[in-house]
């Protein structure tokens, strides 16, 4: 009775939740193994007080907190600190993208013992094994590792090949729902009345030199089977009546197998879905593939795009075949099947020379109003680019020698200009001028007020005429500076920007 588990998924937004499916996932990992609780930092009023009131029975031995970039880091910090403090026999493990990819400062921290570096379905229950006792296995020997061995020395243990995705245990939502109802996850979006975050595939099979999962699954990718999801999906269908899906895989359209048969099994259940996938791989489906998934309930794909020019597109190791010119070929065949490209954009790569960084900044802008003319309905979302820390790689060395460093200590990475950092708003990039930021920034919010998304369902009717008008000169003729009037409409009417805050929802 004193050796539980409380698995914590630190607070990600401040609006209405999806399932963490990650958390529920490592709790599948030990079901029926090992006893253990779900803290959901979102659905918490106060998550400190939740936890420490677990810990203060005195039944618990470990903490395990899921730790992804941005907000999350404000809880999983200080909590995982505070735990240490009062409970020193207390094991921490971390796991999540930022631990893997910030492993150094994370270890040496003082209060995580532990980390689970990429998928823990057996690292998580080994480690576990070992720690209790219940086997003389060593370590070294676990997989997807990370540690601190009796000489104080960081070890990586070897990465574990993607495991088949249909022979892991079911995820518990059962157990979940006697926790947290999930009935309070399933949101109201633009998509449908209930919608559920779903995740049906590990990894990515591409290298992209500016992607944070590229360091945990080299260029690996494992899915569910297409009947094994739409199990699940009618698991939903038929318990929680959901008419919407988010897939949050990193590249749901690998299988074009996979992804055909789905869509044939959920064509008839009036289910609307999103994914996120590659310009390169979707562009190799047929115009009747697309308009099977578009019947079949596809209304929006997450897309990739990060910029229009060949050169920088080879200088971020995009791979595959993608090029400005099949990106522009790409949005108007969308636009024919009737499925949303929602495109992202990666601005401010570094390049030799100040005006040069200046010059690939206003190509793009320039390249997302193609874009715009080609394809109205193509939602545009602008992020800034944001070193990751892929040790080795030519682009990474090339942001060092421009004078870029990550925080050295884990309470540096909770400085709010570090948490915009990891929203890629505020990427302190030394390339990166303030100017360039503002020009960047400035075009984002009159696109937005002539082009409002259509996944804040909210700005529609008079809202959306009122700012299609107010920006409409400013679009035209590239008028960008100081837009405050398309701000302070945004302000007004609570303008949801889905890169930092996901889809507006109820």
């Excluded at 404000?74 to 631990?99: H, R, V």
């Excluded at 998304?453 to 920006?471: A, E, H, P, R």
Aim: net charge neutral; with cysteine.
């Amino acid at each position: 009775m004193e050796n539980k588990i409380l698995i914590f998924n630190p607070k990600s937004a401040n609006s209405k939740h999806r399932i963490p499916n990650s958390i529920i996932q490592v709790g599948a990992a030990i079901q029926g193994k090992y006893d253990y609780v779900f803290v959901d930092g979102n659905m918490e009023s106060d998550p400190w007080q939740t936890i420490s009131n677990y810990f203060y029975t005195g039944e618990f031995k470990y903490f395990c907190s899921t730790v992804m970039p941005g907000p999350q880091l404000k809880q999983a910090i200080p909590y995982t600190k505070k735990i240490k403090e009062l409970f020193p026999n207390t094991i921490t493990i971390w796991g999540g993208y930022f631990a893997s990819n910030q492993y150094k400062v994370c270890m040496n921290s003082g209060y995580v013992d532990y980390i689970v570096n990429g998928p823990g379905d057996n690292t998580f229950p080994q480690l576990l094994d070992v720690l209790e006792g219940k086997t003389d296995q060593k370590l070294m020997l676990i997989r997807n590792l990370i540690f601190k061995d009796e000489n104080g020395k960081i070890i990586q243990t070897v990465k574990e090949s993607l495991l088949d995705q249909d022979s892991l245990p079911p995820y518990p939502y059962q157990y979940f729902n006697t926790i947290y109802p999930l009935e309070r996850y399933l949101a109201k979006t633009f998509m449908g009345q209930k919608t559920l975050a779903y995740h049906s595939s590990m990894g990515c099979p591409f290298t992209c030199s500016f992607c944070a999962v590229v360091p945990i699954y080299n260029a690996k990718w494992k899915a569910k089977s297409a009947e094994t999801v739409y199990k699940d999906i009618l698991f939903f269908k038929e318990n929680y009546n959901i008419d919407a899906i988010e897939f949050h895989d990193n590249n749901f359209f690998t299988s074009k197998k996979r992804v055909l048969e789905f869509s044939k099994l959920v064509i008839h259940d009036e289910i609307q879905w999103w994914g996120e996938g590659r310009i390169d791989t979707l562009n190799k489906y047929s115009d009747e593939e697309l308009q099977l998934m578009r019947k079949a309930g596809c209304k929006m794909i997450f897309l990739g795009a990060e910029t229009g020019n060949d050169e920088v597109l080879k200088q971020m190791n995009k791979g595959g075949t993608q090029s400005g010119q099949m990106i522009k070929d790409f949005v108007l065949r969308m636009k024919k099947a009737d499925i949303i490209p929602e495109l992202s954009f990666v601005l401010g790569m570094p390049a030799d020379t100040e005006a040069q960084v200046y010059k690939q900044i206003l190509w793009d802008i320039n390249f997302i109003k193609e874009i715009k003319a080609i394809n109205p309905e193509a939602e545009i979302i602008i992020y800034l680019y944001s070193p990751v820390p892929t040790e080795g790689s030519e682009l990474y060395q090339q942001i060092l020698d421009a004078g870029f460093s990550f925080p050295k200590t884990l309470e540096e990475w909770i400085d709010p200009s570090w948490e915009k950092f990891d929203l890629r708003k505020n990427p302190l990039t030394p390339w990166l001028k303030p100017y360039m930021i503002d020009k960047i920034q400035n075009f984002e919010t009159v696109m937005n007020g002539y082009y409002p998304t259509v996944s804040d369902f909210k700005i529609k009717g008079y809202k959306k005429s009122i700012l299609k008008l107010v920006s409409g000169y400013r679009y035209k003729y590239g008028v960008y500076q100081m837009p405050y009037e398309i701000k302070a409409l945004h302000k007004i009417w609570k303008y949801r920007q889905p890169e930092i805050e996901g889809f507006y929802s109820e």
